[in-house]
């Protein structure tokens, strides 16, 4: 079974870093691009963050370019977004998610994390 679970969410202070894992089980990441969304409260979601099969690849959100960056570790099977000097802004819960390539609309992807909460607050 395909599963992806994320950690490492929290409450953070304006200016401080979260690093965020997303664990995948039942297929190994070479085979797929992931990307990270967000979604914000009474907002769409939208594409934050993505690394390719290869992890040769990596793109990213204007909003987020110079403070995200995002990694693979293909022994661990797992994508990190280190996330640095965040904003309120940033607040959302934070998803990952599987697909064939990277792509700004999530109908491309097919298979979901449930999500971990980012608040970023002082």
């Known amino acids: 079974q395909l599963q992806l679970v994320e950690s490492g969410g929290g409450l953070v202070q304006p200016g401080g870093s979260l690093r965020l894992s997303c664990a995948v089980s039942?297929?190994?990441?070479?085979?797929?691009?992931i990307g990270w969304f967000r979604q914000a409260a009474g907002k769409e979601r939208e594409g934050v963050s993505c690394?390719?099969?290869?992890?040769?690849?990596?793109n990213y959100a204007d909003s987020v370019k110079g403070r995200f960056t995002i990694s693979r570790d293909h022994a661990e099977n797992t994508v990190s977004l280190q996330m640095n000097s965040l904003r309120p802004e940033d607040t959302a819960v934070y998803y990952c998610?599987?697909?064939?390539?990277?792509?700004?609309?999530?109908?491309?992807?097919?298979?979901w994390g449930q999500g971990t909460q980012v608040t970023v607050s002082s």
């Open positions: 998610a599987a697909g064939s390539h990277c792509s700004d609309y999530p109908v491309m992807y097919d298979y």
């Open positions: 039942g297929f190994a990441l070479n085979y797929y691009a």
């Open positions: 690394i390719d099969s290869s992890g040769g690849l990596a």
